[in-house]
């Protein structure tokens, strides 16, 4: 998997300093973060970056197909890097835990009921949203 800053440059995106710091943000993120955590993580690095700067330089990395957008029922758009190794995502409805993970037998049934209904699956993105029993 290319870094970030590889893809972008090898796109051809304008790189400027902050542009760099939300790379930079982005590349260590090992969670899911919305705009307003990026613009914080940034500006912790460089306090003259804009919330403007992270919303306009995430949409442009998701057009390049760099990040993916991410929605999770809570009403706030997150963001992954587009070339992470595929895996789904359980959500915990009372604290916003967002878990990846990993599952062959859903893999399996997944391809399974594809072929079933006559289709070659080429993708596909899988949320399960709960609550932890107690």
Known sequence: MKAILDRCEAQ???LTA??????QVLEQADDHPDVET????????????????VYRTVNLF????ILERREFGDGRARWEDAERDHHDHLIDVQTGEVIEFVDPEIEALQEKIAERLGY???????ELF????T
Do not use: F, Q
Request: net charge positive; proline share 5%; glycine share 10%.
């Open 18 to 23: 902050p542009r760099r710091t939300i790379v």
């Open 62 to 65: 998701e057009e390049a197909g």
């Open 120 to 126: 070659e699956l080429k993708g596909h993105r899988l």
């Open 130 to 133: 709960g609550k932890r029993r």
């Open 12 to 14: 051809g995106l304008r």
């Open 38 to 53: 990026i613009h914080a993580r940034a500006a912790a690095i460089d306090p003259s970056i804009s919330l403007a700067t």
